[in-house]
């Protein structure tokens, strides 16, 4: 089963991999980029829309990390608080056993 997940994610990446390089033979036409204050060199569009692309992506991981982390010291407290419930109950089903003996 392991193997068949590694085959396909081996496969999506493949995929991703040859789309990618079909997106930047086929977007080959210099363009400038405006910014306002600055004007950029001009470079081909695959270029600046992967630029793009992976702004937005570390942009969005940029943004997701303070939930991510929440939500890890959140679930390291319920542990904690999950252990400290487990050790009352063992103890508590210790003393049930040693009072009825």
């Known amino acids: 089963m392991r193997w068949i997940k590694g085959l396909l994610l081996a496969i999506v990446l493949l995929v991703v991999l040859l789309v990618g390089i079909l997106f930047a033979?086929?977007?080959?036409?210099?363009v400038a980029l405006n910014l306002i204050w600055t004007e950029l060199p001009p470079v081909s569009l695959?270029?600046?829309?992967?630029?793009?692309?992976?702004?937005?992506?570390?942009?969005?991981?940029?943004?997701?990390?303070?939930?991510?982390?929440?939500?890890?010291t959140?679930?390291?407290?319920?542990?904690?608080?999950?252990?400290h419930q487990?050790?009352?109950?063992?103890?508590?089903r210790t003393q049930e056993f040693k009072e009825l003996a």
Do not use: C, P
């Open 25 to 30: 033979v086929n977007n080959q036409q210099a």
């Open 46 to 72: 695959s270029v600046w829309l992967l630029a793009t692309l992976t702004f937005g992506v570390i942009l969005g991981m940029l943004a997701m990390l303070g939930v991510y982390i929440r939500l890890k």
């Open 74 to 83: 959140r679930l390291a407290r319920s542990e904690r608080h999950n252990r």
């Open 86 to 92: 487990q050790k009352e109950l063992d103890r508590l």
